[in-house]
């Protein structure tokens, strides 16, 4: 007995995958060819090829924002050997305002007086006398007024020492060995094939 494959259908209808709907990021041509790879040798569950197509329409719209988390999570920039990362930003924010006021009066009085004596005479006598008044004045009003914004930023980061970085370097070896490509095929097998040999 003849079994049908998803291989044999796309080999017929070549536009099988034109629906398939994935998030920026994940190419759709990997997807597919890694869908066909890991269903060549099971038969489709569905055996009408127009329903299989509408159906991969419905599947990757069912799944997009589950694809959409793992590649945005797999995307995170981290580094695998710390555990504690905190960052912290503080706005200092200072007023200030000085006002000087001040008067000065430089006012004075100064007298000058010439004197004079006979030739034969040794006793001196008014001869002018003059007086001088000045005076000048001066007022300082100052207001000044100052606005200080001071930002400052801080981070801790590192192992804080409840797993080891033999441990979180297991973890990201791990994580690195998790397919993307391999789970979404995974997904769409488990839907459209009957994966019995």
């Known amino acids: ?9 796309y080999n017929v209808k070549p536009n099988l995958f034109e629906y398939l709907d994935l998030p920026k990021g994940i190419d759709k041509e990997t997807v597919r060819d890694n869908i066909l790879l890991k269903s060549a040798n099971f038969e489709v569950l569905y ?8 159906a991969i329409k419905v599947w990757s719209a069912k799944w997009y924002r589950t694809f959409e988390r ?16 905190r960052r912290e930003e503080w706005t200092d924010v200072g007023n200030g305002k000085s006002k000087v006021v001040g008067k000065t009066d430089d006012g004075a009085n100064v007298t000058t007086e010439q004197k ?13 006398e ?4 000045s005076s ?3 007022s300082i009003d100052n207001t000044n007024t100052s606005e200080t914004k001071n930002v400052r930023t801080g981070r801790a980061h590192g192992n804080i020492g409840v797993t080891t970085s033999q441990q979180m370097l ?10 993307l490509y391999d789970h979404i095929a995974d997904l769409f097998l488990s839907e459209f094939v009957i994966p019995v040999y």
């Open 1 to 9: 007995m003849a079994t049908m494959t998803l291989i044999g259908i």
């Open 47 to 54: 055996s009408n090829p127009e329903f299989i197509h509408d």
């Open 70 to 85: 793992w590649q945005k999570a797999l995307a995170i920039d981290y580094d695998p050997l710390e555990n504690y990362d």
């Open 116 to 128: 004079v004596s006979a030739y034969n005479s040794d006793t001196m006598r008014d001869n002018v």
């Open 130 to 133: 003059t007086t001088t008044e």
């Open 136 to 138: 000048s004045e001066s």
């Open 170 to 179: 297991e973890a990201e070896l791990s994580v690195a060995r998790w397919n």
